[in-house]
């Protein structure tokens, strides 16, 4: 009961941060093209955009780290014999995210946050630059270590059986899985920021004057968006089809569960393969006839409707890859259930209950202050 308890939290926490991930590493790589023509056009529409959509990165990324401390902490709660048998492996990683990856995004963030319009045109574009850089190689070292999970390599086991012991760091770091993996979840990252900004953008852009100077601003935003969604709705299945070959030989039991051995998994690669046809279809369908697309209310409401199932999809690529992976947490190493902490049932329960109250309050928190931000003036006060 304590296995099946802790990891319902444990693919709960980490699903509920993963909504917040991909958006932020999306919207950040939007915010950058919408930066760089406005460093290179001085239009400053596009400096508007930036701050709009820039805002909505902002939110996102606060509620990410609160849900990743979150999520971390369950290692030596809920999973203190993996963190042992693991921890030589997966603590080197994590520490290179906390130390490198997250100070370099966060005090760029908090340079962008507070002095992004006493910034040059040049600046403020290195500034959303490193951001980006930020986040991505956060993504780099948390996939490294994943990536470890899926595909130990570059290991040696202590004499005594009890512990992984790196021996080849340079093979972790370039373990084809975890570089599979992540240029897989960046591309699905900015097919979810293109998404949202063209759902976000038609439900500004369908309550305003089609003739005012915000319709104008948000009518720049949508082609890069849209010429975006194209190319990595594209890119998506050519990525995700090597990446699948790559796999055959290695993980049999998640190829086993793909083809209906967990009709789980299953359904979720389905969810996955069918969501992302309709991206592609849709994604060139409104590049083609986009002057259609800005005279359309319907074609414009259907991105807003459905602007939830990018999210859809990367959680059915996430359930895919991790559920796909049982009966082990780390491939041919470590069995799940020798994984857990011997904890009473009772303090799961609890933990549990606690844990899906907060996040129901984080949930509601995040989406007021999104919409708050989407509903408010594009152009702040201080940006004028």
């Known amino acids: 009961m304590v296995e099946i308890l802790s990891r319902i939290q444990f693919a709960f926490t980490v699903g509920f941060h993963f909504l917040f991930v991909p958006l932020s590493i999306g919207l950040i790589f939007l915010v950058c093209i919408y930066e760089y023509k406005y460093l290179k056009s001085k239009e400053v529409k596009y400096k508007h ?94 996939i490294t270590a994943n990536g470890f999970m899926q595909n130990p390599v570059g290991y040696a086991l202590a ?63 949508f082609k890069p968006a849209n010429i975006l969604l194209v190319i990595t709705s ?6 995700g089809f090597s990446y699948f070959n790559y796999i055959v030989p290695i993980q049999s039991t998640k190829i086993d569960a793909i083809s209906g051995g967990s009709p789980f998994v299953t359904i979720s690669f389905g969810l996955m393969v069918g969501l992302g046809t309709f991206f592609i279809f849709y994604s060139i369908y409104t590049l083609i006839f986009f002057k259609r697309f800005m005279n359309s209310p319907v074609m414009q409401k259907f991105y807003l409707w459905t602007f ?3 999210y859809i999809a990367i959680l059915a690529g996430w359930i895919v890859a991790e559920v796909g992976r049982q009966p082990y947490v780390v491939y041919g190493l470590m069995l799940t259930n020798d994984a857990v902490s011997n904890v009473p049932v009772m303090q799961v329960w609890f933990s549990l209950i606690t844990i899906f109250v907060m996040y129901a309050i984080l949930a509601v928190g995040c989406i007021y202050l999104i919409k708050k931000r989407i509903t408010s003036p594009l152009v702040k006060e201080e940006s004028l």
């Open 234 to 239: 594209l890119l998506m299945p050519a990525v």
């Open 308 to 310: 939830p199932l990018p």
């Open 49 to 142: 955009l930036s701050e709009f959509y820039g805002d909505m990165f902002v939110i996102n990324y606060a509620f990410g780290i609160v849900t990743g401390i979150t999520m971390s902490l369950q290692f030596g709660t809920n999973w203190s014999a993996y963190s042992i048998y693991m921890g030589d492996v997966f603590g080197a990683p994590l520490v290179f995210e906390a130390m490198i990856a997250f100070f370099l995004e966060s005090t760029f963030t908090g340079l962008w946050i507070f002095k992004k319009n006493k910034m040059s045109n040049r600046l403020r574009f290195i500034t959303v630059l490193l951001i980006f850089i930020g986040t991505n190689f956060s993504a780099l070292w948390i």
């Open 159 to 221: 004499a005594d059986g009890s512990r992984v012991l790196v021996e080849n760091f340079k093979e972790i770091i370039f373990n084809p899985y975890a570089w599979y993996m992540l240029v897989h979840n960046n591309i699905s990252a900015i097919l979810l920021g293109s998404y949202f900004v063209l759902g976000i953008g038609a439900y500004r852009y369908l309550k305003i004057d089609k003739e005012s100077q915000e319709a104008k601003t948000f009518e720049l935003g």
